[in-house]
């Protein structure tokens, strides 16, 4: 049976601000290329001066998901904290104008709608800096029993686990999850956020999470590994379902029991990497939650990939 | 001699709210496809919820001409009213960034920072719905007769008429620019702006302003001609240089002294073809406030205006 509501996406509800930037820019700031370092509202400023002009769009990992998602036609819902602010109605919009069902209305008396200022080097790559603002608010009293209730599978992201009350409403969802029998799963977000949340992530996986989705840096740093391998050895003693990217080389999905090898699907031109990850996640989780088997979710997952590194942003343009 | 500021850009100051549309949105809100349609904050609630996810970057005609001048190297300055709010801060910075001088503080007490919502249809044309929201509050107080006085040229967009008090801004500038010797430039907007503002128009030709931007369409428009053979046979009686852009058949410079005829750029891909004039007024302006010929600065129009067209937005990328 199909759950009125396919996927309910928990995460960082932040608008994107993009720039071309010289590599002096991230000797400046300090940040390391291709790297998301978090930033309070004096270094968002700073970075933000330094920046040439700018592009802004609604972004953040899991919210992009479930905007991909939403745009393949699956029905979601979302869970994220923005202020009341211009910012945060234009997050809120682009959402519901695919949608998606927004639970959290826009909050009063927050730190600002949170941004994540994206330096786009001269290569391509991008470093983000991202003042979290509202959704530092993230708590357990958020997490809406009747939403968690009323999905298929519940998307958390690594990156909640970085506010201060992230970690309780990340615990909050899971406990409804497993009381209403709904799939749990977690994307680990970036290697340096397992770096910050390892014990954390572990125990989640050794728990209620029956998904998780991971690059090969993020694994390998979760399960302490020096090469992909010895990451694939590890799982295969785990429970969860594990949805590995692996860029060019595709994807693989493996457990104790599975074991699916998906190829990339081949492009003309990148464009711009940003968001591959969460654009994979959307076709996959499509795929899966409207009865697909594995190996069709793996391909749709990987078309989906494919598209959206062919233009510019993490969001595919609206398709129906 | 070179002044300190080659060109001081007065207009409205906007952010603009793009994203791709069905036709049907354009029947639904009755605005004819291609047209900028002024619009109310109800309007504009109702417009941003039929339409889909979007994306926001800094624009406004003039503004864009101003942004693309910086960009060039040109010492620019502008006069534009924002609010204090989110997207009053983005659209100062994108103007500082490219060390524009910005002469007005973003306002308080005023309406929301305007904003452009423009429709992307299928075929590539953009229909925009402008909520002129903080810019209605220019008046001749915001008119700073040191940056009149300091630049070389004042460049006015015929949209400032649009505002209650924008003609006697405009007279301000026109006063003050003649008062100091500056040269006044005028660009017409769009045809619907030019039928809404046609005596105002002509009488600022007759007077102060000695170089007028348009394209075809907006000349005879004012001109009251059928043709545009016959708009420039009217031209050949007038003082000021008139720059006339012609798309795809390049541009012609003329008054009653003067012929110039330059032929486009030509392009492998138009990917978007908005802010075309804006490009190509900011190439001439470069080329003319630098001591190039009226060729010269034609030539240099033309490249940015092929430049634009083949990227997605009026400014084009940093480039220095």
Known sequence: MTSPVSVLGISNAIVDVLAHVDDEILTEIGAPKGSMTLIDQEQAEKIYALMGPATEMSGGSVAN???NLANLGGKSAYIGCVADDQLGRIFVHDMQALGVDVVLAP??????????????????ERTMNTYL????????????ARAVAGAGL????????????????AGEVMRLAKENGVEVGLTLSDSYCVDRHRDAFAEAIEGPVQMVFANEKEIMSLLGTETFDGALSRIRELEPLFVLTRSEKG???VNNKTDVIQAAVPVEKVVDVTGAGDAYIAGFLYGWTTGSSLAESAQLGSERAAMVIQQVGPRLEKTN
């Open 251 to 253: 994807s693989v999905i």
């Open 133 to 144: 603002g509202a959704c530092m608010e993230l708590n357990p009293t958020h997490v809406s």
């Open 65 to 67: 998901t479930i905007a």
């Open 154 to 169: 519940v998307l958390l992201e690594g990156y909640i686990w970085d506010n201060p009350q992230g970690p309780a409403a």
């Open 107 to 124: 909050m009063n008396d927050t730190a600002p709608t949170a941004r994540s200022y994206i330096l786009i080097s001269p290569g391509g």
